[in-house]
């Protein structure tokens, strides 16, 4: 019984849950105890539910705000669980006791940390503390989402300011609000003092046992195990098919933790130490660097050492700050120097990605084929695995891990990477003001340039080109603008990064710029690809097709997406064919008579396109100014 229980794990997403054991006091990856063979208490999760432990800087965050806000930090060295959710920048549960106690988030706007308590956990400050805490009196009906009048306000502690996050206390029940009037004004007229966000009565409380995290470890000790032996038969079961037996085994090796969990599985499974390659984007954190190569010397490990050297700040005049929607970087910084490895093919490479890392890595398979090195393929041993698993691998194991995760960092990727989170970005500021006064300087310049204020850069607004809805929200908040000017000035050229390569959402794209060309100037003419959808607002021009879509900024960034490569790469060459139309256009009018559907016009001198259109290409083929195509690509 207790075998089959440990081997039932969650699915990312909707309905995640981890287990608490109630007599231990402490997490669980199974749903049984190894230490005392109870059956955990089940806890839900926000999705994805990549729930993992609170670093020592993130408990030091969490131990300021409550001790500042409340007076008090009564969570002293309890196991903390950290599951990250949905939220503007870094926005973690905070779970203790088997409770979710709070949200703790950085926040954009006030660019600081916040902690928003949970009910359960004002329910459990209020028996640590009086700070910062409202009675009401005897207030009738129900309270949940509604505002009280300060004449209904029997106590408040005279540390409550307007705009605080509050304790709410009511008889028995006990929950969390927000402050709409200083603690002096309080009870003073019937003038809208308190918002209840939500109360009820709540038995929370800390528990009398307080473990360590050698007993947590031993406690999921058969789990860890279980999911090792699995991991290990995959790497196992690769290298030893007929198809690939004998073919040289890499690690992919970035100095972050899954990859370290990979690579000592490998040796384990391989029974000897396997190669391993880490791509040194020259973007890395100087202790990533550094700890990939103390590690494998220490270790005994042949590390192949790929270095990009300068290339992304060669790059960077072109191409301008990289996005989480315009990842040229990754291109230039990790596939080019991906393609040096000795073997020029013919080898698994074992990897550590997981699907719990982001919603868009849900869908990785267990193998794949590299698609631009024919004959690597990829394996992904622990892409079921959650963070918290493997952090109990590691300490099960005694590894050595990369200092950042203890400095606050979630990830260790590229440090001016947009996918990073602006709370680390900060953090930058304090490890290395070098690293970070150089892109920040560089930042700021390119904005003035575009025409966007500062705060454009103080708020992250950098990392996309077309911003979700919660950033344009922001943006109003902040009264931010977040259009640059358009680059229609500049002699007009279309540059692609570097080739053609899969993308992170699926499916391939091309990124590049295309300078000297208005998006607001080719919604017409566009139409000869697709659906065109065009936003003055957002400074966006997208053209939907049955295969894919391309995109142009304001600013010159080009995207283009698609389901394969061929019809990338054929997007791609008619999307530059009509920009080069729109831009060189003669006033020929050789178009307008060749076009069957007569679907061409000219007004003001420009190329007007109508729903009659269905992209036959006729005028493309008849167009003189195509023949700038070949000049004006570069790259």
């Known amino acids: 019984m207790t075998e089959q229980r440990n081997k039932r794990q969650f699915k990312p997403g909707k309905g995640a849950s981890i287990h608490w054991c109630p007599g231990c006091n402490l997490p669980l990856i199974s749903i049984e105890c190894a230490l005392c063979n109870s059956t955990g208490q089940r806890i839900e999760l926000g999705p994805p539910g990549d729930v993992r432990f609170g670093s020592p800087y993130e408990r030091s965050i969490l131990h300021d705000i409550l001790t500042t806000s409340y007076g008090i930090d009564p969570l002293g060295e309890r196991i903390i669980l950290l599951n990250k959710i949905g939220g503007e920048d870094k926005t973690d549960q905070v779970i203790v006791d088997a409770l979710v106690f709070g949200i703790l988030r950085f926040d954009l706007k006030t660019l600081d940390w916040q902690f928003d308590l949970s009910m359960d956990g004002a329910a459990l400050m209020a028996q640590y503390t009086r700070h910062r805490t409202v009675e009401l009196s005897d207030v009738p009906g129900h309270l949940s989402g509604k505002t009280v009048s300060s004449d209904m306000i029997q106590w408040c502690s005279d540390d409550v300011r307007q705009g605080d996050d509050i304790i709410v206390r009511k008889g028995n029940m006990t929950g969390v609000g927000f402050a709409l009037l200083d603690a002096k004004a309080m009870g003073q007229t019937a003038t809208p003092a308190v918002r209840v966000r939500k109360i009820g009565k709540s038995q929370a409380r800390l528990r009398d046992v307080v473990p360590t995290m050698d007993k947590v470890v031993r406690a999921n000790a058969p789990a860890i195990k279980h999911l090792g032996k699995n991991a290990m038969n995959t790497i196992k079961g690769m290298a030893n098919q007929q198809e690939y037996r004998g073919r040289p085994v890499y690690v992919s090796f970035s100095g972050g933790k899954d990859s370290l969990v990979v690579l000592d599985l490998t040796k384990s499974a391989l029974k000897h130490s396997p190669k391993a390659y880490f791509i040194n984007t020259g973007l890395e954190f100087p202790e990533t660097v550094e700890y990939a190569r103390q590690f494998c010397h220490d270790n005994d490990i042949d590390l192949d050492e790929l270095d990009a050297g300068d290339v992304f700040w060669q790059h960077l005049p072109d191409f301008g700050p990289p996005a989480k929607d315009y990842r040229w970087c990754c291109k230039v910084c990790k596939l080019a120097p991906a393609g040096e490895i000795p073997e020029k093919g013919n080898y698994l490479t074992i990897d550590g990605k997981r699907k719990y890392e982001s919603f868009s890595r849900a869908r990785i398979p267990a193998t794949e084929e590299n698609p631009l090195v024919p004959g690597q393929v990829n394996v992904y041993p622990i892409r079921d695995w959650r963070a918290m698993d493997v952090w109990l691998y590691i300490h099960w194991r005694g590894l050595e891990y990369n200092p950042l995760y203890d400095m606050g960092f979630e990830r260790v990727g590229c440090w001016l990477c947009p996918a990073a989170l602006g709370a680390e970005f900060r953090r930058m500021l304090e490890l290395h003001p070098d690293l970070y006064q150089r892109w920040d300087t560089y930042l700021r310049d390119w904005a003035q340039r575009l025409g966007l204020p500062g705060g454009y850069i103080d708020h992250g607004f950098w990392r996309w080109r077309e911003h979700p ?70 400074g966006v021009l997208v053209v939907l097709t049955g295969g894919g879509s391309v995109k142009l900024y304001t600013d010159g960034t080009f995207q283009v997406t698609a389901g394969d490569r061929g019809t990338t790469e054929e997007l791609f060459e008619a999307a530059a064919r009509q920009l080069t139309r729109a831009v060189k256009c003669t006033g020929c009018r050789i178009c307008e008579k060749a076009c069957p559907k007569h679907a061409i016009g000219f007004e003001d001198g420009r190329i007007r396109v109508s729903e009659q259109c269905d992209g036959c290409g006729v005028c493309d083929e008849v167009c003189v100014a195509v023949r700038y195509v070949g000049r004006v690509l570069e790259g």
């Open 469 to 538: 809805p919660k950033m344009r929200l922001l943006a109003r908040q902040l009264g931010i603008d977040i259009v640059p000017k358009d680059a229609g000035s500049e002699v007009f050229r279309i540059r692609v990064v570097s080739g053609i390569s899969p993308c992170k959402a699926g499916g391939y794209s091309i990124e590049g710029t295309a300078r000297g060309v208005r998006p607001a100037d080719v919604v017409d003419i566009m139409r000869m690809l697709g659906e065109v959808r065009y936003s003055e607002e957002l």
